[in-house]
Protein backbone atom coordinates (compact mmCIF):
# COMPACT_ATOMS: atom_id res chain seq x y z
CA UNK A 1 0.00 0.00 0.00
CA UNK A 2 1.51 3.37 -0.78
CA UNK A 3 1.93 6.00 1.29
CA UNK A 4 -0.77 7.91 2.07
CA UNK A 5 1.18 11.05 3.16
CA UNK A 6 3.14 11.35 0.20
CA UNK A 7 4.57 14.94 -0.03
CA UNK A 8 4.20 17.44 -2.63
CA UNK A 9 7.50 18.00 -4.79
CA UNK A 10 8.16 21.34 -7.05
CA UNK A 11 5.93 21.17 -10.08
CA UNK A 12 7.71 20.09 -13.17
CA UNK A 13 8.61 22.31 -15.86
CA UNK A 14 9.55 19.80 -18.14
CA UNK A 15 6.57 17.17 -18.49
CA UNK A 16 7.05 13.27 -18.45
CA UNK A 17 7.18 11.86 -21.64
CA UNK A 18 4.42 8.94 -22.81
CA UNK A 19 6.74 6.59 -22.33
CA UNK A 20 7.17 7.31 -18.87
CA UNK A 21 3.22 8.17 -18.32
CA UNK A 22 2.13 4.75 -19.97
CA UNK A 23 4.69 2.34 -18.12
CA UNK A 24 3.38 4.50 -14.79
CA UNK A 25 -0.67 4.11 -15.60
CA UNK A 26 -0.01 0.52 -16.62
CA UNK A 27 1.29 -0.50 -13.52
CA UNK A 28 -1.22 1.06 -11.91
CA UNK A 29 -4.19 0.65 -14.20
CA UNK A 30 -3.64 -2.12 -16.33
CA UNK A 31 -5.86 -5.45 -15.66
CA UNK A 32 -7.56 -3.65 -12.91
CA UNK A 33 -11.33 -2.83 -12.77
CA UNK A 34 -11.47 -0.67 -9.21
CA UNK A 35 -12.52 2.45 -11.78
CA UNK A 36 -15.58 0.43 -13.52
CA UNK A 37 -18.75 0.88 -12.09
CA UNK A 38 -22.19 -0.18 -12.79
CA UNK A 39 -22.93 1.39 -15.21
CA UNK A 40 -19.72 3.99 -15.95
CA UNK A 41 -15.89 2.92 -16.42
CA UNK A 42 -14.00 5.41 -15.34
CA UNK A 43 -10.90 4.61 -16.93
CA UNK A 44 -9.91 7.97 -18.26
CA UNK A 45 -10.59 10.00 -15.33
CA UNK A 46 -8.14 7.90 -13.13
CA UNK A 47 -5.84 8.39 -16.46
CA UNK A 48 -5.75 11.94 -16.33
CA UNK A 49 -5.56 12.50 -12.58
CA UNK A 50 -2.02 9.83 -12.96
CA UNK A 51 -1.15 11.79 -15.34
CA UNK A 52 -1.44 15.42 -13.33
CA UNK A 53 -0.08 14.29 -10.42
CA UNK A 54 2.94 12.16 -12.19
CA UNK A 55 3.80 15.52 -13.99
CA UNK A 56 2.47 17.68 -10.40
CA UNK A 57 0.65 19.84 -11.98
CA UNK A 58 -0.70 21.48 -9.06
CA UNK A 59 -2.47 24.10 -10.59
CA UNK A 60 -5.17 21.77 -11.93
CA UNK A 61 -6.09 20.46 -8.12
CA UNK A 62 -9.91 22.38 -6.90
CA UNK A 63 -10.84 22.41 -3.29
CA UNK A 64 -12.89 19.77 -3.28
CA UNK A 65 -13.32 16.32 -1.74
CA UNK A 66 -15.01 13.00 -3.20
CA UNK A 67 -14.65 11.01 -0.19
CA UNK A 68 -17.46 12.65 1.25
CA UNK A 69 -20.96 10.84 1.17
CA UNK A 70 -22.87 10.62 -1.97
CA UNK A 71 -25.66 12.85 -0.13
CA UNK A 72 -23.50 15.67 0.60
CA UNK A 73 -22.18 15.54 -3.02
CA UNK A 74 -25.62 15.53 -4.07
CA UNK A 75 -26.81 17.79 -2.14
CA UNK A 76 -23.65 20.42 -3.12
CA UNK A 77 -24.87 19.99 -6.82
CA UNK A 78 -28.51 21.06 -5.80
CA UNK A 79 -27.04 24.25 -3.85
CA UNK A 80 -25.38 25.12 -7.03
CA UNK A 81 -28.40 25.16 -8.87
CA UNK A 82 -29.65 28.15 -7.13
CA UNK A 83 -26.25 30.02 -7.18
CA UNK A 84 -25.98 32.97 -9.95
CA UNK A 85 -27.25 32.92 -13.54
CA UNK A 86 -28.86 29.70 -14.95
CA UNK A 87 -27.43 27.86 -17.93
CA UNK A 88 -28.19 29.25 -21.08
CA UNK A 89 -30.02 26.96 -23.29
CA UNK A 90 -30.34 27.85 -26.87
CA UNK A 91 -32.26 26.08 -28.83
CA UNK A 92 -29.94 23.36 -31.24
CA UNK A 93 -30.32 21.85 -34.36
CA UNK A 94 -30.59 17.95 -35.01
CA UNK A 95 -26.51 18.15 -35.99
CA UNK A 96 -24.24 19.78 -33.10
CA UNK A 97 -20.93 20.61 -33.76
CA UNK A 98 -18.52 21.09 -31.11
CA UNK A 99 -15.95 23.35 -32.80
CA UNK A 100 -12.15 23.43 -31.33
CA UNK A 101 -11.48 27.01 -32.78
CA UNK A 102 -8.96 26.05 -35.36
CA UNK A 103 -9.62 28.36 -38.64
CA UNK A 104 -8.44 28.67 -41.73
CA UNK A 105 -8.93 31.80 -44.54
CA UNK A 106 -10.21 30.39 -47.48
CA UNK A 107 -10.51 33.31 -50.11
CA UNK A 108 -10.16 36.14 -47.68
CA UNK A 109 -12.75 33.95 -45.01
CA UNK A 110 -12.79 32.24 -42.01
CA UNK A 111 -13.77 28.79 -42.07
CA UNK A 112 -13.28 25.82 -39.82
CA UNK A 113 -10.51 23.50 -40.69
CA UNK A 114 -12.11 20.13 -39.71
CA UNK A 115 -15.98 21.27 -40.22
CA UNK A 116 -15.94 23.25 -43.32
CA UNK A 117 -16.84 20.57 -45.41
CA UNK A 118 -19.05 18.51 -42.89
CA UNK A 119 -21.12 21.13 -42.37
CA UNK A 120 -21.77 21.44 -46.09
CA UNK A 121 -22.92 18.08 -46.49
CA UNK A 122 -25.02 18.13 -43.98
CA UNK A 123 -26.47 21.64 -45.05
CA UNK A 124 -26.11 24.84 -42.44
CA UNK A 125 -29.92 24.77 -41.85
CA UNK A 126 -29.37 21.52 -40.40
CA UNK A 127 -26.54 22.21 -37.99
CA UNK A 128 -25.87 24.58 -34.90
CA UNK A 129 -22.00 25.05 -34.29
CA UNK A 130 -20.86 25.72 -30.84
CA UNK A 131 -17.03 26.78 -30.81
CA UNK A 132 -14.63 26.63 -27.46
CA UNK A 133 -12.34 29.20 -28.91
CA UNK A 134 -12.69 33.25 -29.59
CA UNK A 135 -11.05 32.23 -32.88
CA UNK A 136 -13.81 29.95 -33.85
CA UNK A 137 -16.71 33.24 -33.64
CA UNK A 138 -16.97 33.65 -37.57
CA UNK A 139 -18.51 30.67 -38.39
CA UNK A 140 -20.40 29.63 -35.37
CA UNK A 141 -23.87 29.88 -33.59
CA UNK A 142 -22.60 30.30 -30.00
CA UNK A 143 -19.30 30.37 -28.17
CA UNK A 144 -19.10 27.99 -25.43
CA UNK A 145 -18.52 30.33 -22.79
CA UNK A 146 -21.31 32.98 -23.57
CA UNK A 147 -23.74 29.64 -22.36
CA UNK A 148 -21.96 29.28 -18.93
CA UNK A 149 -23.94 28.63 -16.10
CA UNK A 150 -25.59 26.67 -13.30
CA UNK A 151 -27.44 23.76 -14.20
CA UNK A 152 -30.67 22.86 -12.90
CA UNK A 153 -31.44 20.49 -10.12
CA UNK A 154 -29.61 16.83 -10.75
CA UNK A 155 -32.36 14.65 -12.11
CA UNK A 156 -32.05 10.83 -11.48
CA UNK A 157 -28.95 10.13 -14.40
CA UNK A 158 -26.99 12.87 -12.95
CA UNK A 159 -27.25 11.27 -9.49
CA UNK A 160 -26.60 8.28 -10.42
CA UNK A 161 -23.37 9.52 -12.45
CA UNK A 162 -22.68 11.44 -8.73
CA UNK A 163 -23.07 7.97 -6.54
CA UNK A 164 -20.88 6.29 -9.42
CA UNK A 165 -18.26 8.74 -8.93
CA UNK A 166 -18.11 8.35 -5.02
CA UNK A 167 -18.14 4.91 -5.60
CA UNK A 168 -14.77 4.93 -7.61
CA UNK A 169 -13.53 7.33 -5.08
CA UNK A 170 -13.62 4.99 -2.01
CA UNK A 171 -12.29 2.05 -4.00
CA UNK A 172 -9.29 3.72 -5.17
CA UNK A 173 -8.83 4.93 -1.77
CA UNK A 174 -9.66 1.50 0.00
CA UNK A 175 -7.66 -0.45 -2.32
CA UNK A 176 -4.50 1.60 -2.13
CA UNK A 177 -3.81 2.60 -5.07
CA UNK A 178 -3.80 6.38 -5.02
CA UNK A 179 -1.42 8.44 -2.56
CA UNK A 180 -3.19 11.28 -0.39
CA UNK A 181 -1.15 13.37 -3.40
CA UNK A 182 -2.82 11.47 -5.82
CA UNK A 183 -5.83 11.19 -4.29
CA UNK A 184 -6.13 15.28 -4.25
CA UNK A 185 -5.75 14.90 -8.10
CA UNK A 186 -8.20 12.23 -8.49
CA UNK A 187 -10.87 14.35 -6.50
CA UNK A 188 -9.84 17.03 -8.77
CA UNK A 189 -10.19 15.55 -12.78
CA UNK A 190 -13.90 13.34 -11.48
CA UNK A 191 -14.87 17.31 -10.35
CA UNK A 192 -14.04 18.38 -14.03
CA UNK A 193 -15.77 15.25 -15.42
CA UNK A 194 -18.93 16.26 -13.49
CA UNK A 195 -19.16 19.96 -14.55
CA UNK A 196 -18.59 18.74 -18.01
CA UNK A 197 -21.16 16.44 -18.22
CA UNK A 198 -23.72 18.47 -16.41
CA UNK A 199 -22.87 21.78 -18.82
CA UNK A 200 -23.74 19.45 -21.69
CA UNK A 201 -26.57 17.77 -20.12
CA UNK A 202 -28.05 20.60 -19.14
CA UNK A 203 -27.65 22.14 -22.53
CA UNK A 204 -28.63 19.02 -24.56
CA UNK A 205 -31.39 17.76 -22.35
CA UNK A 206 -35.06 17.97 -23.71
CA UNK A 207 -33.92 19.22 -27.22
CA UNK A 208 -34.38 17.17 -30.96
CA UNK A 209 -30.72 16.55 -31.13
CA UNK A 210 -29.58 13.21 -33.03
CA UNK A 211 -25.80 13.97 -33.49
CA UNK A 212 -22.53 15.46 -32.02
CA UNK A 213 -19.92 15.71 -33.59
CA UNK A 214 -17.11 16.88 -31.91
CA UNK A 215 -12.86 16.42 -31.98
CA UNK A 216 -11.01 14.46 -29.62
CA UNK A 217 -12.92 11.91 -27.07
CA UNK A 218 -10.35 12.22 -24.24
CA UNK A 219 -10.74 15.06 -21.78
CA UNK A 220 -14.39 15.26 -23.07
CA UNK A 221 -15.64 12.81 -21.28
CA UNK A 222 -18.19 14.71 -19.72
CA UNK A 223 -19.53 15.66 -23.43
CA UNK A 224 -19.81 11.52 -24.60
CA UNK A 225 -21.55 10.64 -21.02
CA UNK A 226 -24.49 13.25 -21.75
CA UNK A 227 -24.77 12.06 -25.08
CA UNK A 228 -24.85 8.36 -24.22
CA UNK A 229 -27.77 9.30 -21.66
CA UNK A 230 -30.10 11.64 -23.66
CA UNK A 231 -29.72 8.85 -26.71
CA UNK A 232 -27.40 11.23 -29.52
CA UNK A 233 -25.09 9.47 -31.49
CA UNK A 234 -21.67 10.59 -30.43
CA UNK A 235 -19.21 11.11 -33.78
CA UNK A 236 -15.59 12.02 -33.06
CA UNK A 237 -13.22 13.35 -35.78
CA UNK A 238 -9.50 12.68 -35.88
CA UNK A 239 -7.62 15.86 -35.02
CA UNK A 240 -4.03 14.92 -35.36
CA UNK A 241 -1.52 12.35 -35.10
CA UNK A 242 -2.45 8.81 -33.31
CA UNK A 243 0.20 6.76 -32.36
CA UNK A 244 1.13 3.39 -30.40
CA UNK A 245 2.36 5.27 -27.56
CA UNK A 246 -0.06 8.13 -27.24
CA UNK A 247 -2.07 7.83 -23.95
CA UNK A 248 -5.36 7.83 -25.13
CA UNK A 249 -5.45 5.88 -27.98
CA UNK A 250 -4.63 2.05 -29.43
CA UNK A 251 -4.70 0.59 -25.61
CA UNK A 252 -3.04 -2.82 -24.86
CA UNK A 253 -5.38 -5.55 -24.10
CA UNK A 254 -4.19 -5.21 -20.71
CA UNK A 255 -6.82 -2.52 -20.51
CA UNK A 256 -9.43 -4.79 -22.38
CA UNK A 257 -11.97 -5.32 -18.78
CA UNK A 258 -12.35 -1.39 -18.63
CA UNK A 259 -13.34 -0.33 -22.51
CA UNK A 260 -16.60 -0.62 -21.80
CA UNK A 261 -18.55 2.28 -21.42
CA UNK A 262 -15.93 4.10 -20.83
CA UNK A 263 -16.62 7.19 -23.22
CA UNK A 264 -15.22 6.39 -26.15
CA UNK A 265 -17.63 7.95 -29.28
CA UNK A 266 -20.33 5.75 -31.10
CA UNK A 267 -18.61 7.08 -34.31
CA UNK A 268 -14.59 7.80 -35.16
CA UNK A 269 -13.59 9.33 -38.46
CA UNK A 270 -10.32 8.84 -39.63
CA UNK A 271 -8.55 10.50 -42.52
CA UNK A 272 -7.38 7.02 -44.32
CA UNK A 273 -6.55 3.21 -43.86
CA UNK A 274 -3.13 3.82 -42.25
CA UNK A 275 -5.12 5.01 -38.95
CA UNK A 276 -7.64 2.97 -38.93
CA UNK A 277 -4.83 -0.26 -39.07
CA UNK A 278 -3.48 1.46 -36.11
CA UNK A 279 -6.18 1.61 -34.10
CA UNK A 280 -7.47 -1.78 -34.96
CA UNK A 281 -3.93 -2.83 -32.83
CA UNK A 282 -5.67 -0.93 -29.88
CA UNK A 283 -8.48 -2.56 -28.17
CA UNK A 284 -10.90 0.12 -27.35
CA UNK A 285 -12.48 0.34 -30.95
CA UNK A 286 -13.98 -2.44 -32.78
CA UNK A 287 -13.95 -2.26 -36.35
CA UNK A 288 -17.03 -1.18 -37.16
CA UNK A 289 -17.01 2.04 -34.96
CA UNK A 290 -13.87 3.17 -37.25
CA UNK A 291 -15.36 4.76 -40.14
CA UNK A 292 -12.40 6.20 -43.01
CA UNK A 293 -14.00 9.49 -43.82
CA UNK A 294 -10.94 11.00 -46.21
CA UNK A 295 -9.33 14.55 -45.69
CA UNK A 296 -11.98 16.56 -44.30
CA UNK A 297 -9.62 19.25 -43.77
CA UNK A 298 -10.22 22.41 -45.74
CA UNK A 299 -7.12 23.67 -47.23
CA UNK A 300 -5.03 20.75 -46.94
CA UNK A 301 -4.82 18.99 -50.23
CA UNK A 302 -1.15 19.48 -52.23
CA UNK A 303 -3.69 20.50 -55.13
CA UNK A 304 -5.82 23.15 -53.40
CA UNK A 305 -4.81 26.75 -53.47
CA UNK A 306 -1.88 28.50 -54.91
CA UNK A 307 0.83 25.94 -56.70
CA UNK A 308 4.04 27.86 -54.55
CA UNK A 309 7.32 27.58 -56.10
CA UNK A 310 9.76 25.63 -53.98
CA UNK A 311 12.15 27.13 -51.88
CA UNK A 312 15.52 26.61 -50.43
CA UNK A 313 13.46 26.48 -46.81
CA UNK A 314 13.49 23.59 -43.93
CA UNK A 315 9.97 24.41 -42.26
CA UNK A 316 10.06 23.46 -38.41
CA UNK A 317 6.42 22.93 -36.79
CA UNK A 318 6.27 23.06 -33.21
CA UNK A 319 4.39 21.20 -30.56
CA UNK A 320 2.49 22.23 -27.35
CA UNK A 321 4.54 22.53 -23.85
CA UNK A 322 8.38 21.43 -25.98
CA UNK A 323 9.89 25.21 -26.37
CA UNK A 324 12.56 23.51 -24.81
CA UNK A 325 13.41 20.92 -27.22
CA UNK A 326 12.26 23.14 -30.40
CA UNK A 327 14.92 26.17 -29.07
CA UNK A 328 17.75 23.22 -29.05
CA UNK A 329 16.68 22.60 -32.63
CA UNK A 330 16.71 25.87 -33.95
CA UNK A 331 20.06 26.51 -32.46
CA UNK A 332 21.40 23.63 -34.19
CA UNK A 333 19.59 24.61 -37.31
CA UNK A 334 21.16 28.21 -37.03
CA UNK A 335 24.49 26.84 -37.21
CA UNK A 336 23.42 24.48 -40.65
CA UNK A 337 22.46 28.18 -41.90
CA UNK A 338 25.58 29.34 -41.60
CA UNK A 339 26.97 27.13 -43.67
CA UNK A 340 24.53 27.39 -46.26
CA UNK A 341 23.70 30.57 -47.01
CA UNK A 342 20.63 30.18 -49.59
CA UNK A 343 18.91 28.25 -47.03
CA UNK A 344 16.15 29.45 -44.48
CA UNK A 345 14.67 28.53 -41.65
CA UNK A 346 10.28 29.29 -41.37
CA UNK A 347 9.02 28.26 -37.84
CA UNK A 348 5.31 27.21 -37.58
CA UNK A 349 3.87 27.36 -34.07
CA UNK A 350 1.16 24.63 -33.07
CA UNK A 351 -2.19 26.68 -32.82
CA UNK A 352 -2.50 26.04 -29.06
CA UNK A 353 0.62 27.35 -28.09
CA UNK A 354 0.84 28.83 -25.15
CA UNK A 355 4.42 30.13 -24.97
CA UNK A 356 4.84 31.80 -28.47
CA UNK A 357 7.39 34.88 -26.69
CA UNK A 358 9.71 31.79 -26.86
CA UNK A 359 9.71 30.95 -30.07
CA UNK A 360 9.35 34.86 -31.43
CA UNK A 361 12.65 35.36 -29.53
CA UNK A 362 14.55 32.17 -32.03
CA UNK A 363 13.66 34.74 -35.03
CA UNK A 364 16.68 36.50 -36.66
CA UNK A 365 18.72 36.06 -40.04
CA UNK A 366 16.69 34.30 -42.13
CA UNK A 367 14.78 32.84 -38.93
CA UNK A 368 11.22 33.58 -39.20
CA UNK A 369 7.81 32.76 -37.80
CA UNK A 370 4.91 31.75 -40.28
CA UNK A 371 2.44 34.22 -40.00
CA UNK A 372 -1.22 33.44 -38.93
CA UNK A 373 -2.92 33.62 -42.14
CA UNK A 374 -0.12 31.36 -43.91
CA UNK A 375 -1.62 27.56 -43.65
CA UNK A 376 0.10 24.40 -42.97
CA UNK A 377 -0.46 23.94 -46.52
CA UNK A 378 1.64 26.77 -47.80
CA UNK A 379 4.30 25.96 -45.60
CA UNK A 380 3.98 22.83 -47.27
CA UNK A 381 4.65 24.19 -50.63
CA UNK A 382 7.09 26.42 -50.42
CA UNK A 383 9.50 24.03 -48.25
CA UNK A 384 11.67 21.37 -48.95
CA UNK A 385 12.70 19.86 -45.38
CA UNK A 386 10.74 19.33 -42.54
CA UNK A 387 12.32 19.00 -39.24
CA UNK A 388 10.58 18.36 -36.07
CA UNK A 389 10.31 15.32 -33.10
CA UNK A 390 6.86 13.75 -33.73
CA UNK A 391 3.82 15.41 -35.53
CA UNK A 392 0.75 14.80 -37.95
CA UNK A 393 2.86 17.43 -40.09
CA UNK A 394 4.80 14.47 -41.12
CA UNK A 395 1.99 12.81 -42.65
CA UNK A 396 0.41 15.73 -44.29
CA UNK A 397 3.76 16.53 -45.79
CA UNK A 398 3.54 13.73 -48.05
CA UNK A 399 2.25 14.89 -51.68
CA UNK A 400 4.01 18.08 -51.01
CA UNK A 401 7.62 16.85 -52.11
CA UNK A 402 8.92 17.10 -48.71
CA UNK A 403 12.04 15.83 -47.12
CA UNK A 404 10.68 15.11 -43.16
CA UNK A 405 13.54 14.48 -40.61
CA UNK A 406 12.53 13.21 -36.92
CA UNK A 407 14.40 14.49 -34.38
CA UNK A 408 15.06 11.70 -31.86
CA UNK A 409 14.26 14.09 -28.83
CA UNK A 410 15.05 12.37 -25.28
CA UNK A 411 11.82 11.35 -23.89
CA UNK A 412 10.29 10.57 -27.61
CA UNK A 413 12.40 8.23 -29.01
CA UNK A 414 9.35 5.42 -29.28
CA UNK A 415 7.48 8.63 -31.62
CA UNK A 416 10.39 9.06 -33.84
CA UNK A 417 11.32 5.43 -34.04
CA UNK A 418 7.45 4.91 -35.46
CA UNK A 419 7.80 8.08 -38.15
CA UNK A 420 11.09 6.34 -38.97
CA UNK A 421 9.67 2.52 -39.10
CA UNK A 422 6.68 3.48 -41.27
CA UNK A 423 8.77 5.08 -43.67
CA UNK A 424 7.31 8.89 -42.92
CA UNK A 425 10.31 10.52 -42.19
CA UNK A 426 14.28 10.26 -42.05
CA UNK A 427 16.25 10.07 -38.70
CA UNK A 428 18.13 13.09 -38.02
CA UNK A 429 20.24 13.90 -34.85
CA UNK A 430 21.55 16.96 -33.60
CA UNK A 431 25.07 16.66 -34.95
CA UNK A 432 23.06 15.90 -38.74
CA UNK A 433 23.32 18.27 -41.76
CA UNK A 434 19.79 17.84 -42.91
CA UNK A 435 20.47 20.05 -46.08
CA UNK A 436 23.45 17.96 -47.18
CA UNK A 437 20.92 14.70 -46.10
CA UNK A 438 18.62 16.15 -47.72
CA UNK A 439 20.46 16.29 -51.21
CA UNK A 440 21.81 13.01 -51.05
CA UNK A 441 17.95 11.35 -50.28
CA UNK A 442 17.29 13.59 -53.12
CA UNK A 443 20.02 12.28 -55.29
CA UNK A 444 18.96 8.79 -54.47
CA UNK A 445 15.41 9.37 -55.36
CA UNK A 446 13.84 7.81 -52.45
CA UNK A 447 10.09 7.24 -51.77
CA UNK A 448 7.86 8.19 -48.91
CA UNK A 449 4.72 6.37 -48.76
CA UNK A 450 1.55 7.21 -50.54
CA UNK A 451 -0.27 10.10 -49.65
CA UNK A 452 -4.05 8.36 -50.12
CA UNK A 453 -3.45 5.71 -47.45
CA UNK A 454 -2.52 8.22 -45.14
CA UNK A 455 -4.95 11.18 -46.44
CA UNK A 456 -7.76 9.09 -48.70
CA UNK A 457 -10.12 11.44 -50.84
CA UNK A 458 -13.32 12.98 -48.72
CA UNK A 459 -16.26 11.28 -48.79
CA UNK A 460 -18.71 13.26 -48.13
CA UNK A 461 -21.45 10.35 -47.81
CA UNK A 462 -20.05 8.72 -44.60
CA UNK A 463 -21.62 12.36 -42.79
CA UNK A 464 -24.69 12.52 -44.82
Not at 127 to 136: A, D
Not at 287 to 296: H, L, P, R, W
Request: charge should be neutral; proline fraction near 5%; include cysteine.
Amino acid sequence: MKDMNTKRAAPRHDLLSFDVLNAIMLERLGNATFYVGRRWSFLKIFQHALSNASNRQDIKLLQVNWSLPVLVMTAREVLRSFRGKRLSRPALKPVVLIDPGRSVIINGRVEPVYLGRIIEVIGRERVSVITSRKEGIPYSDHERSALAGSPGIPDRNEREMIAELCSAYRRARKEGHFSAYELEHLSSTMEVFLCEFRYWYGIFKGQDIRRCIFTSHYHNEGLVAACNLLGITCEELQHGLIARNDLYNVYPQAYVRGMENAFFPDVLYVYGEYWKRLLLSGCEHPDEKIVVAGNYLLGSDPDEGKPGAKQNTILVCSQKKMASTYEQIVSVLRQVLHAHRDWSLLIRLHPLEDQPARYHAMTGDRIRICPKEMSLADCLRVSKIQVSVYSTTFFDALGFNVVNFAVNATGFERYVSEMVEDGVAFPMSLTDDPVARYEAIIREDARLPERLDVYAPFRPEVFA
